[in-house]
């Protein structure tokens, strides 16, 4: 029974994935090729309701790939770099 009970805590934590923009967009945008632009996928992020829960999960969950929460992984790094 435990384990239901940290599934479901797992689903309401990553619930803000059914409401961001970029679930409804391009996905390419978020991971561009090695020197391809950002632009696009940060325009989305600027506007999204989600942009605060995304980044806080790419944190956390160290993701090295793509745009969340409308940073690329360079500027995460220098983000974490920083609270340090």
């Known amino acids: ?13 990553n619930s803000w994935q ?8 391009d996905p390419e945008a978020f991971f561009p ?3 391809g632009s950002t632009r696009e996928a940060k325009r989305v992020c600027l506007t999204c309701d989600v942009r605060g829960s995304c980044l806080e999960y790419a944190l ?12 690329s992984e360079r500027e ?3 983000l974490k770099k920083k609270a340090v």
């Open 60 to 71: 956390h969950n160290d993701e090295r790939f793509g745009i969340w929460g409308g940073l």
């Open 76 to 78: 995460r790094r220098k």
């Open 18 to 25: 059914e409401r961001a923009l970029c679930a409804q967009t």
């Open 33 to 35: 090729e090695k020197g």
């Open 1 to 13: 029974m435990r384990e239901l009970y940290l599934l479901e805590d797992e689903a309401d934590e």
